[in-house]
């Protein structure tokens, strides 16, 4: 079973457009993230949901927005894309919502968004 | 990564044993992850230290120590599998809960 998905896993797409990446865990946590992991490796925090409500929400262009219609939910859709925009978004997920707690983090596989 | 520095790569024969090191400035973090994530792939939970000391899990361990702001992963009896880019990154209790910053990651090339 697979614990968290994200579709599409690969995206191609021109300047100008807008897309969206899907991400669904059936863990049964509580909170979902978006990353960005450009070319050089670094893996950055964009957004974070707890049980739907926006909790982290980075220094990104505002063409990215986040929505999460369940627990179990969050998509990510991007408008107008840029070539700066091209990397790898994780989708992850983890549980609880403790105040100073950290608990492991599940990723999805991965969405590999080209802008051309 | 913001405030977080290790090794950017490491080369190991298989069968050894290879350290890496993390750096973080010690105000308001709240223990340190280590994920590992192979080529193409997402990454995965290794360990998480929230106190000081070594902790085993298998041929890995990590060590933190919070008031130097240093961690390690110490991966032993390297396998051909455990080439892959590992995450140090941790949380600040001044930040959102679950927030994370990481590491660049270092990439470690086991060779036969």
């Known amino acids: 079973d697979t614990a968290v998905s994200q579709t599409p896993k690969y995206l191609v797409t021109q300047m100008g457009n807008d897309k969206s990446i899907k991400c669904e865990q059936n863990?049964?946590?509580?909170?979902m993230y978006w990353y960005k992991q450009d070319s050089k490796k670094f893996l950055k925090i964009m957004f974070s949901?707890?049980?739907?409500?926006?909790?982290i929400n980075e220094t990104v262009p505002n063409r990215f927005s986040p929505k999460s219609p369940d627990k179990a939910h969050l998509n990510l859709h991007i408008n107008s894309l840029e070539l700066g925009d091209s990397a790898v978004y994780f989708c992850?997920?983890?549980?609880?919502?403790?105040?100073?707690?950290?608990?492991?983090?599940?990723f999805g596989p991965g969405t590999r968004l080209t802008v051309l | 990564g913001q405030n977080i520095d290790q090794p950017t790569e490491m080369t190991a024969t298989e069968g050894a044993i290879v350290q890496i090191n993390c750096t973080y400035q010690t105000s308001g973090f709240n223990g340190l992850f280590w994920y590992q994530q192979h080529a193409g792939e997402a990454p995965t939970f290794l360990s998480y230290?929230?106190?000081?000391g070594l902790e085993e899990k298998g041929r890995f361990s990590s060590f933190l120590s919070r008031s130097k702001g240093y961690s390690y992963l110490l991966l032993k009896e390297l396998q051909m599998k455990d080439s892959a880019s590992y995450l140090c990154?941790?949380?600040?209790?001044?930040?959102?809960?679950?927030?994370?910053?990481f590491g660049a990651g270092t990439q470690v090339v086991v060779t036969p």
């Open positions: 990154g941790g949380g600040r209790t001044t930040d959102s809960w679950g927030k994370l910053q």
């Open positions: 992850a997920s983890s549980q609880g919502s403790g105040l100073d707690s950290y608990n492991e983090q599940f």
């Open positions: 230290n929230v106190l000081d």
């Open positions: 863990l049964g946590h509580d909170t």
């Open positions: 949901y707890n049980n739907k409500e926006l909790i």
